[in-house]
Structure formats: structure tokens, C-alpha cells
């Protein structure tokens, strides 16, 4: 065997031109991106969820920790969630100063993803526009710029002269209904490949021993010591995972599930301020490449942004009731059709594609849930709401140091369970997403 | 759409109603310490199954009340009885 063969059977081949040529040229098969194991019956810690931010977690775990014994289960396939059905954009115009300096960082670590992970990502920085519609929007743009601003992040307010030479199919005239009187542009803004980021990290992880087990769900959370049933609750502690392939023993499991995320820390006994609504997107035919940035109207709840194959895909505001059935509705088409053609009437003839949606877990302040909870050693990221993509490297980092210090980083200290009873909630609801 | 059964106008699309969410009994003011005025205004219960929750019907006859619907079908069950306040008990 050549030098070259043994190396590639011991560590992933790496992507690349050549390696392709190389590999075209001999006919050869990819090997598979990561191992399918047996599940062992005992791990440092568990991961809950397989998607960006299970697999981000379980990453950085081994990578800066060093903690490589970790088991990423999922129920279904990895990515089957919010992190394959996200609209993919990625921006850290927020309007408090815990949350842009959050995903700040988020986008710094999607900037290098490329390199560190070597996949391609299609990190597209494409610009991202925020429309105003009327004199209330508009102060709220300008003091997202302000905050922004203060914190390094490049965020500006525009009008809609500037709007039209950076987004031509915009209507900025006076005549709609709601014409656009200004908008935040935030050039760090843009959109990225969401599988790859997916397969990046799983891969990148099982290269350094991490373990990710598809098909396996999770039935319950094995706790000692609390003072609920079985031992659950606040003052217990986990000892283990009961899944559908068995018992795994484990001091620490991590909740990095979206949509489910309230069932599984029921497991361990912990109450979220959590509820699950469902929230619609759509994609058109491709078309000629168009539109520049990412387009974002709050009061028309819809942001809209062109995929390097031309399509144009449009995510909503989440639904208004709380379910976790995952069927579309024709009212979704119709407003969703409605608003985006207020905003640019000239792609009336365009078809839609198809349409889907994907289960976001809400918090009362619009900002997620990070870190220890009453329980010793289950951790949760979750209440993600409409924004987890954006933020799944930072996440994924910084919650591998919670677990790997026991102490909670400062990044994502203002997000702890706790905020709820100290009161100091971290209200995001103006810079979330749209329509709330 | 969701097809909701008011007990006064009978089936209604959702987009016709305000969901007020999952229905809980109110603390007692007299008594309930912060901890429990926490747990009612942020704490939820979010099951994929069988959920009590309030509506109100706010094109049709004006009034709250309290259906329970399964949040893993969408599937209502209990017509309520005329009258039963927001949160207030079955």
C-alpha cells in the first residue's frame, strides 16, 4: 500500500481540486463521511440532537477540549430538523448588546467554517438589508445601527435611493401600500450552505472520535438525587440516557434538540419556558441571479434571499398557534405571495417550487436558553426560535467549554434558565425575525 | 388551517380566532409566592399531545374560552361549556 492510501484510510480525504482529479481519474468511491458504531454503554457526555447544534457542541467538545468520548444521538437523520429546513441566513445585526456581540462571534466562526472544517460551505457575504415601513421601523433600525456600531459590527441605516442601487427589483417608489422609507443594511450579513455545515461538523467530529448515532431515540433521562419522581427534578443529577437501543450511562447530557427541546428536559425533570410553533418557508423555480442580498421586512413578515442556483426562497414569521404537526397551509402561500410581490411586483410570474416547515421553539423574550439548569449535568441549548442557525457555531462552542469548565462562559451567561426568576430577560423580540 | 370548534359560532378558521395558548389556573394573589408568579407567566408544559388551551374568537361572538387540542394532530375534543374564562378552571 502506498503512503498516500494509508493515510487516507486513517483520517477523512481531504477536499480539495486535487483530490477530486485525483480521485476522478482512478474511479474511486468517497468512503463514507462517518462511522455508523455500535453504541457503547457508557460516555462523558451525551449529546441530544443531531443537528448544527448538537454536532457544533460534540465539536468543539474534542476539538478544544480534548473530550472526544461523546455520543451524538439523534431520532432521526442528522440535520433532519430546523438545520436542514432553516432559510440559511446569517447576520448578527441584533438589537441588545449580549446578542450582537453573541453572534458576532457566530459569524466570525462562519467566516473561517471553510478552512477549519474543510468542506465548502458556500459562505456567500452577501449583504443583508432590513426594510423599514414606517417612522416607528426606522428608529428601531437606527438604534440596532447605533448598538451595532458601538460594538464593532458594521450596520448602517439607508435610504431608499441607496436601497434601489443595491437591490434594483425593489419597488422604492411611494405607491405601495407600505412603501419603504429606509432600511438597516448590515454588509456582514449573507447566507450559507446549511447541509454542509451539518456534514462539516459531523465529519470534522467522527474524525476525532466523536460518535454520532442516527436512529436513535431518546425515551428517557436517567436522574438520582432530585426531588421529583425517579429522582428527577432540581438537585438531582444525571447518570444516564435510556434509548430506543439501549442504556447509556453518562454524567453529562447536553439538550440541543429544537421543537422537542420541552420533552426532553421534561425528562430530567426541568420546566422551559418553551412553546413549539411551526414556521413555513418556500422556495421558487430558479431564475437568473437577480437579487443581491438578503431582504428582510418586518412588517411584511417575509425575508427573501436568491441561492447561487437562482432560486429565491422566502421564510415567514412562525405560525400563530403552537402544534408540532408540520403541515403547510394555503394561507401561508397567499400572504406570503401577497407581501413579497408588495415588495417586488415584477416577479409575479414567478412559480413556486415547493413549500415545508420546520418546528421553532419560542421563548417568551425572543432569545434562546443556554447553559445549567437545576439539575446537575444537563445542560440545554435550546428555545432557539427562528435564529438557531445563525448562531450554531458560537453556540456549539461555548457550550462545550460550559461542559468542559462546569462554569458558564460569559458569552452566553445573559441566556441562563435562570433569567426567568432574576427577571433580566434579554428581549430581542424587535430583531429576531419578523412579525412577532 | 386549523378548523376551531367555538362554542358559541360553531367551526371557525383559525385565522379568525387569537390563540391565547396553554390555560393554567391563576395563582392565588393572596398567596402565590414570586417563584410560582414565574412559573405561571413564563413556565409551559408545551406536550406533543393533549393540550388544554384558550381561544377568542375575536370576528365571531367576542368571548374566550378554553378548548383542548391535541398539538401532535391538531384534533379538538371537549366541546367547553358556554361562559369558561380564560385560564380559569375546568
Not at chain 1, 421601523?137 to 448598538?147: G, K, P, Q
Not at chain 1, 454588509?187 to 465529519?203: E, K, L, S, T
Not at chain 1, 445542560?379 to 461542559?403: I, N
Not at chain 2, 380566532?17 to 398567596?31: I, M, N, V
Amino acid at each position: 500500500m502506498t503512503g498516500i492510501g494509508r493515510r487516507l484510510r486513517r483520517r477523512p480525504p481531504k477536499y480539495s481540486a486535487a483530490a477530486l482529479a485525483w480521485r476522478g481519474m482512478r474511479g474511486d468511491y468517497w468512503p463514507r463521511v462517518w462511522r455508523d458504531t455500535e453504541l457503547k454503554s457508557s460516555y462523558d457526555a451525551v449529546v441530544v440532537g443531531g443537528g448544527v447544534h448538537g454536532l457544533a457542541t460534540a465539536y468543539y467538545l474534542a476539538r478544544n477540549h480534548g473530550i472526544t468520548n461523546v455520543a451524538v444521538v439523534d431520532k432521526a437523520y442528522l440535520g433532519s430538523g430546523a438545520s436542514g429546513r432553516n432559510t440559511a441566513i446569517v447576520r448578527a445585526n441584533y438589537l441588545t448588546p449580549e446578542g450582537v456581540a453573541f453572534y458576532d462571534r457566530s459569524l466570525q466562526l462562519y467566516n473561517s467554517m471553510a478552512l477549519d472544517l474543510n468542506i465548502n460551505v458556500m459562505m456567500s457575504e452577501r449583504g443583508h438589508l432590513t426594510l423599514a415601513h414606517n417612522d416607528s421601523s426606522l428608529r428601531t433600525m437606527n438604534w440596532r445601527a447605533e448598538v451595532n456600531k458601538l460594538q464593532g459590527v458594521n450596520s448602517s441605516v439607508i435610504g431608499p435611493d441607496e436601497i434601489k442601487k443595491i437591490a434594483p427589483a425593489l419597488d422604492t417608489s411611494s405607491h405601495p401600500r407600505y412603501p419603504i422609507l429606509g432600511a438597516l443594511y448590515h454588509p456582514p450579513g449573507g447566507i450559507v450552505r446549511h447541509d454542509a455545515v451539518v456534514w462539516g461538523y459531523a465529519r470534522a467530529a467522527d474524525y476525532m472520535g466523536v460518535e454520532m448515532h442516527q436512529k436513535t431515540e431518546v425515551l428517557d433521562i436517567l436522574c438520582e438525587g432530585g426531588n421529583g419522581p425517579d429522582g428527577k427534578g432540581p438537585g438531582g443529577k444525571v447518570v444516564g440516557v435510556r434509548t430506543n437501543r439501549g442504556d447509556i450511562s453518562t454524567p453529562v447530557v447536553v439538550n440541543c434538540t429544537a421543537g422537542w427541546a420541552g420533552l426532553i428536559s421534561a425528562m430530567a425533570g426541568v420546566r422551559l419556558p418553551i412553546t413549539t410553533h411551526p414556521l413555513q418557508a418556500a422556495v421558487t423555480e430558479p431564475v437568473k441571479v437577480f437579487l443581491p442580498t438578503v431582504v428582510v421586512s418586518g412588517s411584511l413578515h417575509v425575508y427573501i434571499s436568491q441561492t447561487d442556483r437562482g432560486e429565491l426562497v422566502f421564510g415567514a414569521a412562525v405560525d400563530p398557534v403552537a402544534t408540532y404537526s408540520i403541515r403547510g397551509s394555503l394561507e401561508f402561500t397567499e400572504e406570503l405571495a401577497g407581501h413579497v410581490l408588495e415588495l417586488m411586483p415584477g416577479i409575479s410570474r414567478m412559480r413556486l417550487l415547493r413549500q415545508w416547515s420546520g418546528l421553532c421553539d419560542m421563548t417568551p423574550d425572543y432569545s434562546p436558553v443556554m447553559g445549567f439548569t437545576p439539575v446537575d449535568g444537563f445542560l440545554v441549548d435550546v428555545g432557539w426560535g427562528t435564529y438557531g442557525f445563525k448562531a450554531a457555531p458560537v453556540s456549539g462552542e461555548q457550550m462545550a467549554e460550559a461542559v468542559a469548565t462546569g462554569r458558564t462562559p460569559k458569552l452566553i451567561a445573559p441566556f441562563a434558565l435562570s433569567r426567568f426568576d432574576s427577571g433580566e430577560l434579554v428581549g430581542e423580540k424587535g430583531a429576531a425575525s419578523v412579525g412577532h | 388551517m386549523l378548523l376551531v370548534p367555538c362554542p358559541n359560532c360553531g367551526p371557525r378558521n383559525s385565522a379568525d380566532l387569537r390563540y391565547g395558548g396553554e390555560s393554567h389556573a391563576r395563582p392565588d394573589p393572596a398567596t402565590a409566592t414570586p417563584q410560582q408568579w414565574r412559573g405561571y407567566l413564563y413556565l409551559r408544559d408545551n406536550p406533543a399531545g393533549w393540550l388544554r388551551e384558550t381561544w377568542y374568537c375575536r370576528s365571531g361572538c367576542r368571548r374566550w374560552f378554553t378548548l383542548e387540542r391535541n398539538t401532535a394532530t391538531n384534533e379538538f375534543r371537549t366541546p367547553p361549556m358556554p361562559g369558561d374564562k380564560r385560564g380559569g378552571k375546568a
